[in-house]
């Protein structure tokens, strides 16, 4: 049972007697066991709180009723489970059934469907059966907005595998945790604020839950979420017109604040995609970029990264990432200069156009030996394409002592032979690196990703932090 005892959440929660409750609270050493702690109906804030209810245990009804010869069989089968809600009685232990309050939240009902698998692995002549547990749960509550109920749905996922003979198996109630524990308190408190429910930011919210399609790590808004939003931005230009889309893959971080910095840097007025979720706004203006120093998405990156070196407030990014940007909004971020009037200078717009192609890889391989132990070792490799000017050696140096390479150029490569093709490329500043070589037992994994994309982001963050950094400051002593 989990108990809502103000702002604070208490699980696995027992009645005792006498107005005194049990809290069992795991520990994971075997040798020790669980601790438990009791509390007297003194330690609660009100005679009667609320609580969420449900069984320990997952109870499996059917037996085996279906089989393949894929070597998995679907097992059983588990209503859906529809969890206790109510008020308990802090001095008696009597519990009346309805939905809870928590502030401003009326949790109306909390459902979980399970679906069980039963599987068996081979292990040469013998195999081992194991259960996976697929949790589905839906959260339904109303929120209170001057009197008025709004209704949400809230679903997240889980899965668990469990070795056989032991059928019974617990249910993962850690969604149950992240709804009580962090996301009604935050709606509270974004409420508190006289924040408006209609703004309220439930992509951010839902992304909070585990889900099957998403189980990103989500934290409160950063500046290097902003950096996120301008380094996965896409410009599509038409003959007579230049268009930013901004949101790719950070729509919970999509808030009031990232997106007021960005129309106030480039000056323009984003609006959300209904379908996409996306945001997109005309730049008229830089049909007549300078193409001959940089290339269209880069010129718009790079003033977009200036402004928000330039500009970012951590304050006002913390406040403002639970509300979601109004396509009404008129209210403008006061910046530190005009940026689409006093744009970089060659100098910076040519190095930011150079870092901004950066390419990188990052993978494992191995290679089997017969008699001997297999071999395995991982390569990085560092790729910018030569943009028509050599890199001064002062910058090249700084650029491979920031990212730890030796970068060096090479002209471009033209095999005559097919067979060769590809080695080919065109002209470019490349490193390779072969590291961590290792003799292992068994069999060596086959060649794979361990990390390109974070990599070539994470190398151009280095570059984009110093580069940035430097010509600001060259800027400023003129």
Same mark, same amino acid.
């Given at each position: 049972?989990?108990?809502?005892?103000?702002?604070?959440?208490?699980?696995?929660?027992?009645?005792?007697?006498?107005?005194?409750?049990?809290?069992?609270?795991?520990?994971?050493?075997?040798?020790?066991?669980?601790?438990?702690?009791?509390?007297?109906?003194?330690?609660?804030?009100?005679?009667?709180?609320?609580?969420?209810?449900?069984?320990?245990?997952?109870?499996?009804?059917?037996?085996?009723?279906?089989?393949?010869?894929?070597?998995?069989?679907?097992?059983?089968?588990?209503?859906?489970?529809?969890?206790?809600?109510?008020?308990?009685?802090?001095?008696?232990?009597?519990?009346?059934?309805?939905?809870?309050?928590?502030?401003?939240? $009326?949790?109306?009902?909390?459902?979980?469907?399970?679906?069980?698998?039963?599987?068996?692995?081979?292990?040469?002549?013998?195999?081992?059966?194991?259960?996976?547990?697929?949790?589905?749960?839906?959260?339904?509550?109303?929120?209170?907005?001057?009197?008025?109920?709004?209704?949400?749905?809230?679903?997240?996922?889980?899965?668990?595998?469990?070795?056989?003979?032991?059928?019974? $198996?617990?249910?993962?109630?850690?969604?149950?945790?992240?709804?009580?524990?962090?996301?009604?308190?935050?709606?509270?408190?974004?409420?508190?604020?006289?924040?408006?429910?209609?703004?309220?930011?439930?992509?951010?919210?839902?992304?909070?839950?585990?889900?099957?399609?998403?189980?990103?790590?989500?934290?409160?808004?950063?500046?290097?979420?902003?950096?996120?939003?301008?380094?996965?931005?896409?410009?599509?230009?038409?003959?007579?017109?230049?268009?930013?889309?901004?949101?790719?893959?950070?729509?919970?971080?999509?808030?009031?604040?990232?997106?007021?910095?960005?129309?106030?840097?480039?000056?323009?007025?984003?609006?959300?995609?209904?379908?996409?979720?996306?945001?997109?706004?005309?730049?008229?203006?830089?049909?007549?970029?300078?193409?001959?120093?940089?290339?269209?998405?880069?010129?718009?990156?790079?003033?977009?990264?200036?402004?928000?070196?330039?500009?970012?407030?951590?304050?006002?990014?913390?406040?403002?990432?639970?509300?979601?940007?109004?396509?009404?909004?008129?209210?403008?971020?006061?910046?530190?200069?005009?940026?689409?009037?006093?744009?970089?200078?060659?100098?910076?717009?040519?190095?930011?156009?150079?870092?901004?192609?950066?390419?990188?890889?990052?993978?494992?391989?191995?290679?089997?030996?017969?008699?001997?132990?297999?071999?395995?070792?991982?390569?990085?490799?560092?790729?910018?394409?030569?943009?028509?000017?050599?890199?001064?050696?002062?910058?090249?140096?700084?650029?491979?002592?920031?990212?730890?390479?030796?970068?060096?150029?090479?002209?471009?490569?033209?095999?005559?032979?097919?067979?060769?093709?590809?080695?080919?490329?065109?002209?470019?500043?490349?490193?390779?690196?072969?590291?961590?070589?290792?003799?292992?037992?068994?069999?060596?994994?086959?060649?794979?990703?361990?990390?390109?994309?974070?990599?070539?982001?994470?190398?151009?963050?280095?570059?984009?932090?110093?580069?940035?950094?430097?010509?600001?400051?060259?800027?400023?002593?003129?």
């Amino acid at each position: 049972m989990i108990i809502i005892n103000g702002n604070e959440v208490l699980s696995d929660i027992k009645y005792l007697h006498n107005g005194k409750f049990q809290r069992t609270i795991p520990n994971y050493d075997s040798l020790v066991g669980n601790r438990t702690e009791i509390f007297e109906k003194d330690c609660f804030v009100n005679n009667c709180v609320p609580y969420i209810d449900y069984p320990e245990y997952v109870h499996v009804k059917d037996e085996l009723i279906k089989k393949n010869n894929y070597c998995y069989e679907d097992f059983g089968k588990v209503d859906d489970l529809i969890c206790d809600t109510g008020y308990i009685n802090v001095a008696d232990g009597k519990k009346e059934k309805s939905p809870i309050f928590i502030g401003k939240v $009326c949790v109306d009902e909390i459902r979980i469907k399970t679906k069980i698998i039963k599987k068996f692995y081979t292990y040469g002549l013998s195999y081992e059966d194991y259960l996976e547990l697929y949790f589905h749960y839906e959260f339904n509550f109303k929120i209170s907005d001057n009197n008025n109920y709004h209704n949400y749905l809230f679903e997240a996922d889980s899965h668990k595998i469990i070795k056989m003979p032991f059928y019974d $198996c617990t249910y993962d109630i850690q969604p149950l945790f992240i709804l009580t524990r962090k996301i009604i308190p935050l709606i509270n408190k974004y409420l508190s604020l006289g924040n408006d429910l209609m703004d309220l930011n439930t992509y951010y919210l839902r992304s909070l839950l585990p889900n099957k399609d998403n189980r990103t790590d989500i934290h409160p808004f950063s500046f290097e979420d902003a950096l996120d939003i301008i380094y996965n931005l896409d410009i599509i230009r038409g003959n007579d017109y230049v268009t930013i889309v901004v949101g790719k893959g950070k729509i919970p971080y999509m808030n009031a604040y990232i997106v007021r910095l960005i129309n106030s840097i480039l000056k323009l007025k984003l609006a959300q995609n209904i379908n996409s979720k996306l945001y997109k706004a005309d730049l008229p203006y830089c049909l007549n970029y300078p193409k001959d120093n940089i290339s269209l998405r880069n010129y718009i990156q790079c003033i977009l990264f200036w402004g928000i070196y330039d500009n970012f407030d951590v304050k006002k990014a913390r406040e403002a990432f639970l509300t979601l940007p109004s396509n009404s909004d008129q209210e403008e971020i006061v910046l530190k200069k005009d940026y689409i009037n006093n744009p970089p200078d060659t100098e910076m717009l040519k190095i930011f156009d150079f870092i901004a192609d950066i390419d990188a890889t990052c993978y494992i391989d191995g290679h089997c030996r017969v008699g001997r132990d297999d071999c395995e070792w991982k390569e990085r490799t560092i790729t910018i394409p030569y943009k028509n000017f050599k890199l001064p050696k002062k910058i090249l140096s700084k650029i491979n002592e920031l990212l730890e390479a030796n970068l060096e150029f090479q002209e471009e490569k033209k095999s005559k032979n097919i067979w060769d093709s590809d080695k080919n490329h065109p002209a470019r500043y490349y490193f390779f690196e072969e590291y961590e070589r290792e003799y292992v037992s068994g069999s060596a994994c086959r060649r794979q990703d361990i990390g390109s994309s974070q990599l070539k982001r994470d190398s151009f963050y280095k570059l984009l932090n110093f580069f940035l950094k430097f010509y600001s400051l060259k800027d400023l002593k003129g």
